[in-house]
DNA sequence: CTGCTTGCAAAGTGTTTGCAGGCCC
DNA sequence: GGGCCTGCAAACACTTTGCAAGCAG
């Protein structure tokens, strides 16, 4: 299950240049299975598949891949950015639809937003100034529905 | 200009059990004809009213007025968050209309966009999944008119 | 072999916390 | 005066950078 989209995004790599190392493909096994993990937790994770993998290395790797466009990240109020296989990534394609995250903060929970949803505001952006809008990028913010009773802060 | 509406925010102060003091009071003046700054530029610039704030007591006046209601924040990916005074502090309320921020991941660039388009996806959040969606908490990103020339990164 | 990548250490942001003293009410 | 606020120093979480050694191509 791993081994054949995770070949497939190697393969990418190296069709743009760039050297296939034991730390990168751990970062996109990691990344497999899991769609919102922080740096830490991929640096953590892929302990196993690469001994040793320092922090470092691991922001290094998901700054080549980010360019690339095998991933992505979202930025989340107050915490650290978390990052996500980009469907090209994916041979397989098994994905679920690509979507925006919300995000609870009261209690931190994050929710998926079909990108369907935004798209009215993206058009109107992009005709009113010019802007092209990137949904993924930052999560939006707000209450979700478990936390509405209680009292507010962040 | 600034005396009049920072008093009437002083007042809301006070009528919250809180205790008025120069760093708040300079926080809030400094506030008044700004819109868009981070912790450290109103520390800075409280220097004046105030000299000898530390940046400390201004993240902490910053959490206070926050949690009264009279300023709120907005999240900027990857650098400082921003500070703005809300409607309620303004007696005046010669306030320009709500906005949300849309940010512009290659140049930086802050822009304002109507609370209004906006509203048709805070209603479908609100009623698909029950979340309130607050559009004024984190930054919007994607690339501005200005940049679309330009390849992208982050 | 050439030089892109890595590991380590250290620095850099932005923000928070502990504690003693100071000022608002 | 009592206790909320402040200043200072230090810690904190997340991320980046400099440099020598290592491995991919």
Same mark, same amino acid.
């Given at each position: 299950?791993?081994?054949?989209?995770?070949?497939?995004?190697?393969?990418?790599?190296?069709?743009?240049?760039?050297?296939?190392?034991?730390?990168?493909?751990?970062?996109?096994?990691?990344?497999?299975?899991?769609?919102?993990?922080?740096?830490?937790?991929?640096? =953590?994770?892929?302990?196993?598949?690469?001994?040793?993998?320092?922090?470092?290395?691991?922001?290094?790797? +998901?700054?080549?891949?980010?360019?690339?466009?095998?991933?992505?990240?979202?930025?989340?109020?107050?915490? =650290?950015?978390?990052?996500?296989?980009?469907?090209?990534?994916?041979?397989?394609?098994?994905?679920?639809?690509?979507?925006?995250?919300?995000?609870?903060?009261?209690?931190?929970?994050?929710?998926?937003?079909?990108?369907?949803?935004?798209?009215? +505001?993206?058009?109107? +952006?992009?005709?009113?100034?010019?802007?092209? +809008?990137?949904?993924?990028?930052?999560?939006?913010?707000?209450?979700?529905?478990?936390?509405?009773?209680?009292?507010?802060?962040?």
């Amino acid at each position: 299950m791993t081994t054949a989209s995770t070949d497939a995004a190697l393969a990418i790599l190296r069709s743009h240049g760039e050297r296939v190392t034991a730390a990168r493909r751990a970062v996109i096994e990691v990344l497999q299975p899991h769609d919102h993990l922080t740096a830490d937790e991929i640096a =953590a994770r892929a302990e196993a598949a690469a001994p040793g993998v320092h922090r470092t290395t691991v922001y290094r790797a +998901l700054a080549t891949l980010g360019e690339i466009g095998l991933i992505a990240h979202t930025h989340v109020a107050g915490s =650290a950015t978390i990052y996500h296989l980009t469907a090209d990534s994916d041979a397989d394609d098994h994905h679920e639809l690509d979507h925006a995250h919300v995000q609870c903060t009261e209690c931190g929970s994050l929710f998926n937003v079909e990108d369907r949803l935004l798209a009215p +505001l993206a058009d109107d +952006l992009e005709r009113q100034i010019g802007f092209r +809008l990137d949904v993924h990028h930052a999560a939006l913010l707000g209450v979700c529905a478990r936390c509405q009773e209680s009292v507010a802060s962040d």
